[in-house]
């Protein structure tokens, strides 16, 4: 791991709202991934060859929910916060290059990566395997060159990455569901099943998020979020195509997941490399919307109690995500709640959106004391160095 310096205080800036207001609301798409972990599988043991996925048995309330999480939820959140990283990228090589120049920043950008590795594996370890941490500081390692490549190379190489990313993950979809094992009813069993995860989701997820991270570099050097009054037409188009073609794309997914459709293994490969292309444009039409929604709020100079609330989880955005992990692990652990699988799909999905408001709440109290995230005081002061 490179050596710390210490480095003078980076000058303060004004911060744009879209970007914090993105990642506020990307945490409600996650937590109600997650918090699925909590519902009843919600499709019987199928007698389809090789789909993972049976007969439908859940309610119509059931029904309904799962079709929108997949419809607007599932591998949309992912790809908008690894836009969102790579856009933060740009936002730190411009608070710092004019100081510590290229190579400088890129030490820096190459530090903090290696230790969002380290809190990743530490997330994994203490509390939930669904990590991102560990792969965005993969990416930022390997990224942190691409900054000044130019456009025709990054969406190329975006492009590139999706075409696999999408074909990868859509074949882990259609792997058939694995078998009811028992959930590890101790610590250190649970422990050992989350390190083991680790080497398999690390790097699912950063070929996942690659592309998307390259997408957020490109438009954080035009910045789109920063002054989203000025791309209003641009990001008009990119969330309406990307929102209206994520829905669309995820229906034969969909028709999967509720238990109506079972195809061939052929074909749910398809619909799930389909499905998981489609999130690449729902996480991009996401972060479109809400940079419209920013630029009118600042239009009409109207952000309440909601909106600062909303800026202030997005501000300390790692701080809530790991957060929403500590509630995760209370009630997923067998020797703690052991609620997983105890409730229906929409049950649980309301038991997610609970857990994202209350560290909203939290956010919104620590912005008006004026506090910091911790994980983020920490990460800065083991990137930077102490100060004098």
């Known amino acids: 791991m490179p050596t710390i310096r210490h480095e003078p205080p980076v000058a303060p800036r004004v911060r744009a709202l879209a970007p914090d207001l993105a990642r506020g609301a990307m945490l409600a798409v996650i937590a ?152 590890a009813a101790d610590p250190l069993t649970s422990l050992a099943f989350r390190l083991m995860s680790l080497p398999l989701t690390t790097p699912l997820n950063a070929v996942m998020a690659a592309a998307p991270v390259l997408v957020g570099i490109w438009a954080g050097r035009r910045g789109l979020l920063d002054e989203p009054e000025r791309h209003r037409a641009l990001l008009k188009r990119v969330a309406a195509t990307g929102i209206a073609g994520a829905a669309l794309g995820a229906i034969p997914h969909a028709l999967v997941t509720t238990g109506a459709w079972h195809p061939d293994p052929g074909v749910l490969v398809a619909a799930g490399t389909l499905h998981t292309a489609a999130g690449y444009a729902g996480g991009l039409g996401y972060a479109a919307l809400i940079g419209l929604v920013a630029a009118r709020l600042a239009r009409r100079d109207a952000q309440g109690p909601v909106t600062r609330a909303l800026a202030a989880c997005g501000r300390r955005s790692m701080t809530c995500y ?19 699988g105890a409730m229906g799909v929409a049950a649980a999905a309301v038991v997610g959106l609970g857990v994202w408001l209350l560290t909203v709440v939290a956010a919104g109290l620590m912005g008006h004391a004026g506090l910091p995230g911790p994980a983020e005081a920490l990460l800065r002061r083991l990137v930077n160095g102490a100060r004098p």
């Open 32 to 183: 109600l991934a997650h918090s699925q972990v909590l519902a009843r599988p919600f499709l019987g043991p199928t007698p389809g060859p090789g789909s993972g996925s049976g007969s439908g048995s859940g309610s119509a309330i059931d029904t309904v929910a799962q079709t929108l999480l997949t419809l607007f939820v599932d591998s949309r959140g992912y790809p908008m916060f690894a836009a969102l990283f790579g856009y933060g990228m740009v936002q730190i090589l411009r608070s710092r290059e004019p100081r510590l120049g290229r190579d400088g920043t890129r030490r820096v950008l190459r530090r903090r990566g290696w230790w969002l590795v380290v809190f990743g594996v530490a997330h994994v370890a203490l509390l939930f395997p669904g990590d991102i941490l560990t792969s965005y500081g993969l990416l930022a390692l390997l990224f942190a060159g691409a900054l000044h490549r130019p456009d025709r190379r990054l969406l190329g190489g975006a492009a590139a990455l999706a075409a696999f990313g999408s074909l990868a993950y859509g074949s882990v979809l259609a792997l058939p569901a694995p078998g009811d094992a028992g959930p």
């Open 322 to 340: 790991l957060a929403q992990s500590v509630a995760w692990f209370v009630l997923f652990e067998p020797y703690l709640a052991g609620l997983a």
